[in-house]
């Protein structure tokens, strides 16, 4: 009997469990999501005078970036939108503040930050909720195991699959001076 084309393709490459879709991010890449949202929803809600701006893309972006990051490195992702909201907050303030500098410490930057802090709590707490089921649990458990073998992050094989390494024998550029 003979197959169609689709579920020949189908069969030859079989997705994963656990992968989102066509498109996963790195933990590194799922931060700079959350960052560049809460940045661009902290700068437009300034501009525009519309508080709940700052808040809603910061969420969605969590949002997205739970979704969209790969399970492995979800651990890195979960911890990150505290520290990634409180820096956007921070760069947004001292841009559109033209005030002096311990004004802008002292009250804006407060301020923002009380104004926010709903958001970062459900930003976290929606992240962590989206991160459990897509494999979190595993993925603590496997780096709990990795770092009991004393297997540090850095040496993970797939942190950096493009490895430039040079012949131990090259001469030197430059004559023996390096």
Known sequence: MRQNASARRSSRSPRPSGT?????????????????????????????????LAGGLFVAGCVLA??????????TLVVSPPLAC??????AEFATDGGPLTRTLSLGLLSALAGIAPWLFLGTLVAFAVAVPRGLPAALRD????????????????????????????????????
């Open 20 to 52: 989102a879709g066509p498109v996963t991010l790195t933990g590194r890449g799922g931060v700079a999501l959350i960052l560049a949202a809460a940045l661009f929803g902290a700068l437009l809600a300034k501009w525009v005078d519309v508080p709940l």
């Open 86 to 91: 409180f820096a956007a907050t921070a760069v």
């Open 143 to 178: 780096l709990r195991a990795r770092l009991a073998r004393g297997r540090t992050l850095a040496e993970d094989d797939d942190v950096d699959p493009v490895r430039w390494e040079e012949p131990a024998n090259r001469p030197l550029p430059h004559g023996d001076v390096d």
């Open 66 to 75: 739970a979704l969209l990051t790969r399970p492995a490195d979800l651990p």
